[in-house]
């Protein structure tokens, strides 16, 4: 069994800052999987924005790159996404996935 829950997210005025994580507990082995945070907003597809894999290389969706950070820390099982100068069109909820395990997701809402 495996467990992962988001927290971080929250209302912030376009341009601001939020810092995501993702702890895990459970039967996820976190040095030897790749890892991800996806958003969804009302109404549309959940979409990849940002990668790691075992060895810390990163991935990220174009409309991110420069102002998004994933990292992760294996000792404490945690995924974390800074995420900066937040735009209104990415309100959505943040969801982290694990070896195909899913949290409930962080509500994040960016406001022009």
């Known amino acids: 069994q495996a467990h992962l829950v988001e927290s971080g997210g929250g209302l912030v005025q376009a341009g601001g800052s939020l810092r995501l994580s993702c702890e895990a507990s459970?039967?996820?082995?976190?040095?030897?999987?790749?890892m991800g945070w996806y958003r969804q907003a009302p109404g549309k597809q959940r979409d990849l924005v940002a990668e790691?894999?075992?060895?810390?290389?990163?991935n990220y969706a174009d409309s991110v790159k420069g102002r998004f950070t994933i990292s992760k820390n294996n000792a404490k099982k945690t995924l974390y996404l800074q995420m900066n100068s937040l735009k209104p069109e990415e309100t959505a909820v943040y969801y982290c996935?694990?070896?195909?395990?899913w949290g409930p997701g962080t509500q994040v809402t960016v406001s022009s």
């Open positions: 996935q694990i070896v195909g395990y």
């Open positions: 790691i894999t075992s060895d810390f290389t990163t």
């Open positions: 459970g039967r996820i082995v976190f040095t030897t999987n790749a």
